[in-house]
């Protein structure tokens, strides 16, 4: 089999050399089949070789390195050889004369086989391509782009003069290949004006490229994260090309492309799938440390049961030879498996250790501070916190947050780090003053990406905030869905930033992909805000949304109409198009693949999307299909009564004449718990529900059931349900006491089903008016019976 793999390697070289081949020389080197015959000819002829000599002996050398698996390429073997000096000398001497293909050959040759950026013969090359670059095909111009690349000279002077030959032929280029590289090169150095050039330009070549080319899509996606624009059609395209050849993807391109996709923030249902049976199948073909760090990463979030325990068992002896990003890597794919074993976790907490004690990467150390803090038990000693304050003032927002957050956890796990918080105020200190700089609103995300938790919250959400409304005139229809995250991420109503957000939404709705429409709608109905434009702007989304139906993932269907409900918005297009036996069979089948919280919260929504089209349309005659499902949700979560809730109820049986005429966790028809339920006559006294005595029996371990048919009986004339509702933080935004979208939706629903509200916001309860039993009796006696002192 190797003899007719060489053979036939051998036979491709003699057709590309081509017929007009007729130099000794030239055919000795084609007929080699590996480095130390080629070798051989380059000791035995130095006098004789001329640059197409040598040019196609390096350019052999490599080609013999990619035909090999990366276990078993001889880089620094070859590097070192003899006889590859000999070829460094005679490159050198001849680099006037060789052709502009030879001298692009060779320099690329150079730098795959690790010669320094700095060695003579790369300078002289690099100065030499730069003179001749005007006449370079683009072939040559993407070859040589790659070779600045290798020398990090992303924001060189010579990557914008490329830049601008691109710039200036960007019509006349038809080879989505050859673009793709030079994409991914130039992408420092490039205006957003010409990336949107070379974004169009793309997904006009994408179209009429073969599907077998998908490296170019993998190219592209890396662009997109470069520049920072994860362009939704572009990226579906690419995913379209990656199914079509998932039997062609390896363990390297799957795990490139999921890492795309997270840093893109794009999913794809089907993609997922095809990967993680893939993947599965390459645990047991893959065990040295390099390949399976990777299989690991990429599997970790896809993986079930099944895999994570094979691939727990075989990462245990890998452990010492990773480096620290890998390190970082492992552990966080181990928190999300939940894995239980306090001796791995120990050992990895030690080599993460040793290995920040010796860093001075402020990204790393972040990092590492970060993924220490994850661990079950964090501990940080004495040298690892002295590697922390040196690199603040190069931090990131999102490092210094970080650092804040870990750091604060480790004060609260171990007090004896105390004498170190003084650590906390210089991080403050540090991310105001990045904030107060900010001038770019894309810049500035990258760094707000990632950022979360309690010390951001207290320490610069307010800032944050400021910063966001002072750069809001750079908002677009590219950037406009990272704003709008980071609102529901922080339950922070703005009513300047949304209503920006609205404006620009209907003023480029015909760039906005329709994928985005849920992002852009999120904030204002979980925070139950109407822009000044309201109903031109959700009547502008909702169009958008009709036109592109066929586009969503069963389960974002869902969520979109979840979304529209909570702010009173009933599209009949969609409804028709969720409820029918077709769309839910698909659902269903999908379910079984989502990881497990989405496929919980996907249930979860379907339910109150039924709910609330049951009973805010009912003339779409849509069937409530959740009751079972309610019912056994409220076992779940509503099977004991809380210390609060019971305190609670015995106030409100003072209040009413007993326990029995008050039901705690309460569950109403189409599914709703209220905290307490009770009834009241046509003279505004209360009536008890019979059912209730036997519950009081067992009041030291009360479990409360659901309404029976006979505890829910018809009421009398002129009686009515009072619903009695205590909200929590959760209920409102994190700025001011407005009620958020759920809240507002649930008290919508229960006047619909015959209910009067009450809703008692925490902030009042626990103010210091009611700091006393008295004071909270008075306060839910005023309250109770409100209505009929009205």
Known sequence: MLRLRAAYEFFWRVFRLGPKTVNPLLTQINECINEEQIFDIVGKNKTKLSEKHVGYACKILWQFQKEKPDLMRNILYVRDHPQFLTLRILAKDK????????????????????????????????MEAWRRIERFDFKMLSKFSTCLAYQQMHFSPLMGKIADIVNRNLDSMQDLRTLSVLMVNISSVISQ????????????LLDTTDPLHFNSSIRIMQFLRNIRYNYLPLLEKCNHMFISNTKQLNLNTLSLILA?????????????ILAREKLSKMIALYYDPASFVKLFVALGPLAGPTEE???????????????????????KSLIHLNLHNSEFFIILRDLLLSHLKNNVIPGEISMLVHVIATLPFPHLDELGLSRVEPILPQCSLSDLCTLASSLSKWFQYDHSYLDNIKLLPQLSAYAYRRLQKANNLNVLWEELK???????????????????????????????????TFIVKTSYLSPPMLDKVASVTIQQINKIHPLALHSILLPFSVLNYDPPQKDEFFGTCIQHLNSHLSLFEPHILVFLGFTLALSEYFPEDLIKEIFNIKFL???????QYLPSFLNMRTHSRLMEFNRAV?????????????????????NKVNSSITVIQHKIYKMLGKILGGPNYVKPSALTPYGYTVDFEYILDKKKKPLPYRSQLEVLNKLSCVHWGPDTDNSRSELPPGTQRVALEFLDSRAFCKNISHLKGRSAMKKRHLEILGYRVIQIPYVVWNSMELSTKNARMEYLREHLFAEAKS
């Open 95 to 126: 680099i006037e004369l060789m052709d502009d293909d030879i001298l692009v050959d060779v320099l690329h040759a150079m730098l795959r086989f690790a010669v320094e950026a700095h060695d003579p013969l790369i300078e002289h090359l690099v």
């Open 193 to 204: 004006n010409f990336c949107e050039r070379l974004v169009n330009k793309t997904e006009l």
């Open 260 to 272: 795309l996709y997270q840093s893109l923030q794009f999913n794809n249902f089907p993609f997922q």
């Open 309 to 331: 325990k094979e691939i727990a068992s075989i990462l245990y002896k890998y452990l010492h030879v990773y480096k620290p990003v890998e390190l970082a890597q492992i552990t």
């Open 450 to 484: 990632y950022v979360h938790g309690e010390w951001f919250e207290e320490e610069l959400l307010e800032e944050t905030i400021l910063t966001l409304q002072r750069l809001a005139d750079q908002i677009t229809y590219r950037n406009i869905t990272n704003l709008t």
């Open 585 to 591: 069979a698909k659902l269903d089948s999908q379910l």
């Open 614 to 634: 049951c009973l805010e349309c009912p003339e779409f005659e849509i069937p409530w299909f959740h009751h079972d499902y309610c019912q056994q949700q409220y």
